[in-house]
């Protein structure tokens, strides 16, 4: 386990040096003078200058990329060129949208999943698994924006349930913080769970013809206990390695639904700072995505190890 | 026979395929007396798992279907049995153990739970009380340090190992009938003795009856008091182990025989080649209207290929499927 740790660490260390390589030098090259957005158009090439040198814009390629480096490793931070704020604060407020809001996303899609999943398994050919596989493909086929579009016409604007968008925040009002993330996370959930449905379905068809089902009908069991102990547990491994992908995915953000409904979210925020050209702030929420997908990729690794215990954490 | 304990008559069990019906078991027949060893024998592929899965109602259906038969326990036929009495007899009254213990058991699932589960089922026991039990069975199959082993998982063990847990698991209800299909194929020669040597030890105290089923006449030697051959879906003789050995009457049980390692051996140089019957099993998709063997038969002639032979009476507890009955002198050599 202490090794497994060790690795896993190196592992991002050195993930995190390459993307902060490429995603420094994309930057670099792209065009979009930050100073000249910060400005306007009418700025004297003087007041440009100063600003650019004030940012550190004039500064050669490795000593820009040294001090980004140096500014995170030092525990300083970045401060974001737009809000001149740290951009760490930045992040922090946007997560604790996307955060819940991903989490609350793949909630949806298990639940929606497993138990249509098992149920479909169960029915293999019939018309209650051809109705399921049915809905799963309309999901796999729906751009998540026009179903979260779909969903504030019917829910907010006709029945008036949910609100339109936007976000109260946690410490202003808990409950309706929590009532604002529920209409997206449906909307990034159920789309998710299309995808899961049909794996739960063929991954337990397979175990389904494992030799160790046929021994555990052949003791007698429940076909209850057949299906959702003996079959179930082995047909989530390879669930879960998709869950895991698509929870790193969430966590990096939803930019299409954040926008949609209006999200302070990650998503809104590296959207629009890519917009303002405050490179600080891109470069630094890159990172963090990266080092988040790593991180969901280790609890997936620990559930793994829960699951299967012919798994070593090593 | 109305003492038997299984009574199997005129079973055929047919699998719809793209390739066209599989005639897996065509019709066959045969019974088992209470405390029996009856030897099930024949090539790959002639239908014996397919029988033996039948008995507990376990062939995969699509595409399996029974199409025909009885199959009678103590006064029940299991087939047409509703699904909550099949369970209910499923691993109390018949247990299984499998060819293959390196897939037979649940690979997420501690072994301890496993050998627990039909004391938990059909007992009422307690998981306390299950689990001690299953751990006084490990321990009566030989896992050493049996109580410890209890939370180990499948892959920490040996093949012969698991199927020890295996039978451990089959045996836990003390069932009146063991179905054993291929206990021993898949492990190595020393650890086949072993498991042979415990499954005969616990047949002994615990009085239930065997259906051993192998395509190993040597294992059938040691363990069987009765033996039914198979070939290509049907049942091809039936007789008590010493006259299959002493007097075997289908050709196709004396190819058995022959290819035989052990028996062959007589004084002949050691490097001769296993001696094994020419040609191969027909398609069971074909309906064949002669005897299935013909194409093989060293005797064949005629009437072979014009009807298929009926299972006629040898002696007192012997039949054979075979035309040499009523034409005796047209065995060659
Ligand atoms: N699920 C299935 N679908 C189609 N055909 C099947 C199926 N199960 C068995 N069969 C067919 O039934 C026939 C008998 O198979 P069975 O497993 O009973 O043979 P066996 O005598 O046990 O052979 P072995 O010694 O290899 O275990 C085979 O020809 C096989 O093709
Ligand atoms: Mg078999």
Redesign the pocket.
Known sequence: MIRYLIKKLIILSILLFFVSIAVFSVLFVLPGDPAQIILGINATPETLANLRAELGLDKSFIAQYMDWVGNLVSGRGNRSINYDIPVYDLILSSLAVTGPLALLAMVFAVIFSLPFGVYAARRQNRPGDVTVMFFTQLGLATPEFWLGILLILLLSVHWGLFSAGGFPGWSTDFWGSLKALILPAFALGIIRAAILTRLTRSSLLEVLHEDYIRTARAKGLRERTVIYVHALKNALIPVLTILGLQLGQLMAGAIIIENVYYLPGLGRLVFQAIGQRDLPVVRDIVLFMATAVVLVNFVVDLCYAGLDPRVRLE | MNHSLLDIENLSVY?D?PEGV?R??DGISFDLAPGETLGLV??????????S?SILGLI?TP??RIKSGRIKFEDRDLIGLDTENLRRIRGRDIAMIF?EPMTSLNPVLPIGRQVAEPLMVHKDLTKSEAFQEAATWLDRVKIPAARKRLSDYPHQLSGGMRQRVMIAMAMVCRPKLLIA??PTTALDVTIQAQILSLMIGLKQELGMSLLL?T?DLGVVAQMASRVVV?YA?QVVEEAAVTDIFDQPFHPYTQGLLKSMPRLRVRGDSRSQRLNEIPGTVPL?TEVIRGCKFADRCPHVFKRCRQQQPELFVIRNGQRARCWLKSYPERRTT
Not at chain 2, 42 to 51: D, F, L, R
Request: hydrophobic share 35%; aromatic share 4%.
């Open positions: 699998f395929t599989v897996a078991v024949g090539e790959s592929g002639c239908g014996k798992s397919v029988t899965l995969p595409p399996g060819q299909d291929e089923i395509h198979m879906g069971l």
